[in-house]
């Protein structure tokens, strides 16, 4: 078996990610790191992938962060080389124009509540806990943390975690709207899986023009965030799946959408 292991579900609308390190609670490596970097990229290319869900393996941990044992001793070049490819690694995420759920097994730490937190939403296990202790280890937060947390929690909260390297607890975090759903640990995957199908059974433009302009538009000044909207709003209006969803509503049945952009 992989590290990464890739599940794809309903003729391959949802790819379901899984880190499967969980003897090192699904902590990031070189070899990971590179398996994701390439899922992505295949995830991109892929028109018949509509929405994506990321877990760990394992019931202790969705992830880590830095594999520390892989770390240690690493001239400052091999940290550099191998920095460049996590930062590249999260900014797909990031910016993947399909949806991304992420699905909180357990401890999301380090890049591991970085990588929760730059997937557009997160449902997690009640006893997940997520935190950036990197200034316990001599660093901070380098693959996105700093400007998501805060985007989350009050910013005085956001700033007493990362200073202090404390944990937040999921209770905390569903309260601040950090995760969407809190579930059982026996039905996490299935609950976030459920949610992609939802998505999944949308217009793919329409589902990616949506994204695209709450992503891009959120921290416009708000008429030129309704600009934005508008630009996304026209793709839709000349694609076939505009027509379609009239036609489909019309003769009461479910649409027929298409997987092109």
Same mark, same amino acid.
């Given at each position: 078996?992989?590290?990464?292991?890739?599940?794809?579900?309903? *003729?391959?609308?949802?790819?379901?990610?899984?880190?499967?390190?969980?003897?090192?609670?699904?902590? +990031?490596?070189?070899?990971?790191?590179?398996?994701?970097?390439?899922?992505?990229?295949?995830?991109?290319?892929?028109?018949?992938?509509?929405?994506?869900?990321?877990?760990?393996?394992? *019931?202790?941990? +969705?992830?880590?962060?830095?594999?520390?044992?892989?770390?240690?001793?690493?001239?400052?070049?091999?940290?550099?080389?191998?920095?460049?490819?996590?930062?590249?690694?999260?900014?797909?995420?990031?910016?993947?124009?399909?949806?991304?759920?992420?699905?909180?097994?357990?401890?999301?730490?380090?890049?591991?509540?970085?990588?929760?937190?730059?997937?557009?939403?997160?449902?997690?296990?009640?006893?997940?806990?997520?935190?950036?202790?990197?200034?316990?280890?001599?660093?901070?937060?380098?693959?996105?943390?700093?400007?998501?947390?805060?985007? +989350?929690?009050?910013?005085?909260?956001?700033?007493?975690?990362?200073?202090?390297?404390?944990?937040?607890?999921?209770?905390?975090?569903?309260?601040?709207?950090?995760?969407?759903?809190?579930?059982?640990?026996?039905?996490?995957?299935?609950?976030?899986?459920?949610?992609?199908?939802?998505?999944?059974?949308?217009?793919?433009?329409?589902?990616?023009?949506?994204?695209?302009?709450?992503?891009?538009?959120?921290?416009?000044?708000?008429?030129?965030?309704?600009?934005?909207?508008?630009?996304?709003?026209? $793709?839709?209006?000349?694609?076939?799946?505009?027509?379609?969803?009239? $036609?489909? +509503?019309?003769?009461?049945?479910?649409?027929?959408?298409?997987?092109?952009?």
């Amino acid at each position: 078996m992989g590290i990464l292991l890739e599940e794809k579900l309903d *003729d391959g609308k949802i790819s379901v990610l899984t880190l499967n390190r969980p003897e090192v609670m699904n902590a +990031f490596n070189t070899a990971l790191g590179g398996e994701l970097n390439s899922a992505m990229d295949a995830i991109y290319d892929d028109s018949l992938i509509r929405v994506v869900v990321i877990t760990g393996a394992g *019931d202790r941990a +969705f992830c880590t962060g830095g594999d520390l044992k892989e770390r240690n001793g690493m001239t400052p070049e091999q940290w550099a080389r191998q920095h460049r490819l996590f930062e590249e690694v999260h900014r797909k995420i990031r910016q993947c124009p399909k949806p991304v759920i992420s699905a909180v097994n357990g401890y999301a730490l380090g890049g591991g509540c970085e990588l929760a937190l730059s997937g557009d939403f997160v449902y997690a296990v009640k006893t997940a806990r997520f935190g950036l202790p990197e200034v316990t280890r001599g660093i901070i937060p380098g693959v996105g943390g700093t400007q998501t947390l805060g985007r +989350f929690l009050p910013r005085g909260r956001a700033l007493e975690l990362m200073l202090t390297g404390c944990h937040l607890d999921a209770e905390e975090a569903y309260a601040h709207g950090l995760v969407n759903r809190l579930c059982e640990p026996t039905t996490l995957l299935e609950e976030a899986i459920t949610t992609a199908r939802l998505i999944s059974k949308n217009s793919p433009l329409a589902v990616r023009m949506a994204k695209k302009a709450f992503r891009l538009g959120i921290d416009m000044p708000l008429e030129e965030g309704v600009e934005l909207a508008l630009e996304c709003y026209n $793709r839709t209006v000349t694609h076939p799946d505009r027509e379609e969803g009239v $036609r489909a +509503f019309n003769e009461k049945r479910q649409p027929n959408f298409v997987d092109i952009y």
